[in-house]
């Protein structure tokens, strides 16, 4: 066999042309979204207020395991995909492994990152349905600058509310949310009741994705032409959805190499970019066809799967929105000001949840300075700056590598590279500069009884 290159690229006619519905290959189902007025199973009429309608198809669907990307999607796509997959020569040296340790690089477009994948689908259905404008949260403004980009290509006004933190970490992040014609409110902010209600309890806080979400959903309910609808860059079950295509390339790739993962680790916060990249392994793990261990690995100061409960509780701050059930830390929960800004919500994906309750993966938290550790180490041997959601990644993919180390062990690791650090740099100065401090929650502040 000759050697596998440093990058493996996928010809556009090879690019998925279906995305893959991970809830079609689960025997037991994740719990439905419950309607909090009824506390009965949400409804398309109760869902499509608030998302657009053909999302709330795909939202509710449990039992096709494809559907087909429309056509402007795909040639949106092609704009930025396929993405490659690298191997990690390097990284692999440097930890003086048997290991062979291979990165799905998500970072290659503007935004920086894999939001692109379901942005360009949300945008493109609210279009297709005729309506106006849509609104958003956004943690590290990845998703934010993503939705800012489709919004653009498809002609469609984006409202982004970003958290407080982020916005003054992250200017510039902001600044390309307004080139693309975004605009960007920090959160939580005096322009909606939610977000007045929350700095009255807490002044002064940095915010949280749970409270931007409030805002941005109450600023689409508040149309008064009903033409605004809101959409999520992560934990809905849709996203998950689009964000598919990650792991259907990642497959295609292996499979054209010869390569079977045994170990495959991504980075955690809602579960966009983690249930897209392990999306058709772990439909073979559920078919019985694999037994691949999967690692969800989340940061120590907003510890959903580690330290979380898996109940039914609110997907925002100001409790209104469906209650899923999920693995939560509540949802008054507000984290310390991490960098890792996409990796700051309070629960996680309802899908995610279920199959790691049924044991089907496994989780580890980290705290950043660990990651960033980690990140300037990739950085170095690998030459690409990596986002802080992303290091987490990395740290857990090294720790694997170096746990083969000492057993001995010659196993194929795959991880995800959801996104590039450019806008980052306050946090990497931080962490230089000796600067970067590791909070833990106690569990009082989780609720943890």
Known sequence: MSEIPYKTYLHES????????????????????LNPATMKP??????????C???VDQELNVTDKYIDIPKPILDFYKLYRPSPLVRAYGLEKALDTPAE????????NTSGSHKLNSAAAQIYYAKEQGLKA???????????????????AFDMPVKVYMVKVSYEQKPFRRNVMNVYGAQVVASPSDTTNAGRKILAEHPGTNGSLGCAISEAVEAALCDPEHNTRYVLGSVLDQVLLHQSVIGLETKAALDKLGVKPDIIVGCAGGGSNLGGLISP??????????DVRIIAVEPASCPSFTRGQYRYDFCDTAKTTPLAKMYTLGCDFIPS???????????????LSKLYDDKYMEAKSYTQTEVFDAAIKFARIEGTLPAPESSHAIKGAIDAALECKAKGEKKIIVFGLTGTGYFDMKAYDEFLGGRMSDYIPTDAEINIK
């Open 42 to 51: 949400c409804t398309k009429e109760d869902l499509t207020p608030v998302f």
């Open 101 to 108: 340790i291979y990165y799905k690089f998500e970072g290659n």
């Open 337 to 351: 000001a991490n960098h890792a800004g996409g990796l700051r919500y309070h629960g996680m994906s309802p899908v």
């Open 134 to 152: 849509v609104t958003t949260e956004t943690g590290a403004g990845q998703w934010g600058t993503a939705l800012a980009m489709a919004g653009a």
């Open 281 to 290: 392994f772990m439909a073979e793990k559920l078919e019985g066809k694999s």
């Open 14 to 33: 090879e690019m998925p042309k279906a995305w893959l519905n991970i809830k079609g290959f689960m025997k037991n189902k994740p719990e439905p979204l």
């Open 53 to 55: 309608d053909k999302l």
